[in-house]
């Protein structure tokens, strides 16, 4: 572990009882260092209707999503990517149709970034968004990280029926530092035809270079290697399938995060597992695993992600989620279905779609549509419905715009922590430790029994998934158990805290609590 980690916690103002909900287990863990995935974009901002504004999460603040009205040039729906610097400080970020800097101006050069047929027919001449899903990307140029490359796919062909896959080079230096895409929408590979979406990258043994993994028509997996001298294409690997036209775009690949391993999978072709050598670039020892039988002339679009602890890979099937326990010896032996969609529309229908594993240790998920809210998977590293999978968790400051998360290459590989879990949202004091605090019954309908710990008076707080407060109570020191009535409070999921007044050794207890009607 890097020597110049340091202790990471926040300070945030008592008066101003800054509320977000706790989503993380909370144990002690020193600061990351590399956080070029901290900054999460969203939302409609290009559009000038009330109600379609742009959202974020900053890792580096908490988990809770805010609100960037009225800041961001674009709108978002399918390609979306962004890095930042390794502090964290928001660089660059991309629709796929227009690279934007760090204050908010769209780059010179950087318009009209996969102009082609799809805009040329569907979009009149006007790239406002571009709709496929896991098919851009921004990484640092091996040669000299204050520029980057955009990696991205551009939809071709007489049918649209693939993608080429291109590159546009962005020097950090140009533009009064803000940077300028100096190169534009360059063919890497012009005779082969690509597979939407399947695109996912992971750093070079050596750090020197990326790793980036792409998937062709011809269910070949290409292995292509980008480093100081540019890009080298190195290996192809089969796949032991046969693609059928709904193949197209309709699942994803990801590394996993500490890059050991490669998963594969959409409904047509089931999942591929495979182990990833970042040296040479070689997938070896495949295995392979049927979830669920799909005819091959409807459309079913899924998505996947690993654990932090590159154990376990969700799969998400538009109103299933699945769990893969890949330390199994047969992947059919950890095969779990953790839960079946609710049937909520809020407003449209918030079925699984796209999943993203954040630097909380969280997995996020959107729907399909625009939506209020986002599903989370709160504990990814546990087995089972240990996993803590919580529909419609994540309630957003405006409406989603439709199927889009950033994809982001596999960043902290070496790292003894993928994610950090102690980014969490405290008040008040500085917070190391956060303890389990015991509160029944769970699901609750009216009162709620919540046991105090031994530490003295304090404050007890009951949060909602916008992060309001809804509930505060004093404790006293005679008091071992407080009872709260939940009764006028909506369904939902809530977070209880309690904060010690006398906090020396910087604790907070916290439970998650599902109110039902």
């Known amino acids: 572990m890097d020597i110049r980690r340091q202790k990471k916690y926040w300070s945030l103002n008592r008066s101003l009882f800054t509320l977000i909900i706790i989503l993380s287990l909370g144990l002690p ?20 209707t009330e109600g379609f504004e742009s959202y974020r999460f900053d890792f580096n603040k908490g988990s809770n999503p805010d609100s960037v009205r009225g800041l961001l040039p674009i709108r978002f729906g399918g390609n979306n990517a962004s890095i930042c610097d390794r502090d964290g400080n928001l660089l660059y970020y991309t629709n796929g149709c227009h690279v934007v800097g760090r204050n908010h101006q769209i780059l010179p050069n950087g318009s009209d970034l996969n102009y082609g047929e799809w805009i040329q027919e569907y979009r009149g001449d006007t790239c406002s968004f571009y709709p496929t899903t896991q098919d851009i990307l921004i990484l640092p140029d091996p040669a000299d990280e204050d520029n980057h490359y955009v990696i991205h796919k551009t939809i071709e062909g007489e049918d649209l029926d693939y993608n ?11 533009n009064n530092g803000f940077g300028e895409v100096k190169q534009k929408a360059e063919n890497i590979f012009p005779d082969i035809k690509f597979l939407y979406s399947y695109l996912t990258a992971v750093p070079h043994e050596n750090n020197n270079g990326w790793w980036i993994i792409q998937v062709d ?36 690949a990801k590394l996993s995060p500490d890059g050991s391993l490669y998963v594969f999978y959409n409904a047509y072709d089931d999942l591929h597992l495979y182990d990833f050598d970042r040296e040479t670039g070689k997938l070896t020892n495949h295995r392979y695993l049927l979830i669920d039988e799909f005819p091959d002339n409807i459309a079913r679009f899924s998505s996947v992600e690993w654990s932090p602890n590159s154990r376990f890979i969700y799969i998400s099937i538009e109103d299933q989620l699945w769990q893969v326990d890949t330390w199994e010896d047969d ?19 918030t079925k699984f779609a796209l999943m993203a594993l954040a630097p909380d240790c969280n997995i996020y998920m959107c729907s399909f549509s625009s939506t ?20 419609q968790g994540i309630r957003l400051p405006f409406v989603s715009a439709s199927t889009t998360m950033p994809n982001f290459p596999r960043y902290r590989v070496d790292e003894d922590d993928k994610c950090d879990p102690t980014i969490t949202s405290i008040f008040g004091d500085d917070i190391f ?15 709620l029994i919540v046991e105090l710990p031994e530490v003295g008076r304090g404050q007890l707080f009951v949060i909602d998934m916008k992060g309001q407060l809804v509930m505060q109570k004093k404790t006293e020191l005679h ?15 809530y977070s209880v805290e309690f904060l010690p007044d006398n906090n020396k050794e910087r604790r907070i207890w916290t439970s998650r609590v599902v109110k039902v009607e």
């Open 29 to 48: 863990a020193e600061a990351q260092n590399d956080k070029r995935d901290y900054v999460w974009l969203f939302g409609h901002d290009s559009r000038p």
């Open 164 to 174: 080429s896959f291109l590159y546009s080079y962005i020097d950090g230096a140009e």
């Open 217 to 252: 028509e011809d269910e070949m997996i290409y292995s292509i290697l980008l480093n100081e001298n540019g890009f080298n294409f190195l290996h192809t690997t089969v796949i032991p399938t046969s693609f059928v036209e709904n193949s197209n775009g309709s699942g994803a």
């Open 331 to 349: 992947l059919e032996d950890g095969l779990v279905l953790i839960d079946t969609w609710n049937g909520v529309s809020d407003p449209f229908q």
């Open 372 to 391: 209020n809210t986002y599903h989370v998977i709160n504990n990814p590293n546990e087995k089972g419905q240990d996993c803590d999978f919580v529909q």
């Open 433 to 447: 430790w956060r303890k389990d605090l015991s509160a029944y019954p769970n699901p609750v309908r009216d009162q």
């Open 479 to 493: 008091y071992n158990m407080l009872q709260l009535d939940m009764t006028s409070l909506s369904a939902g999921t």
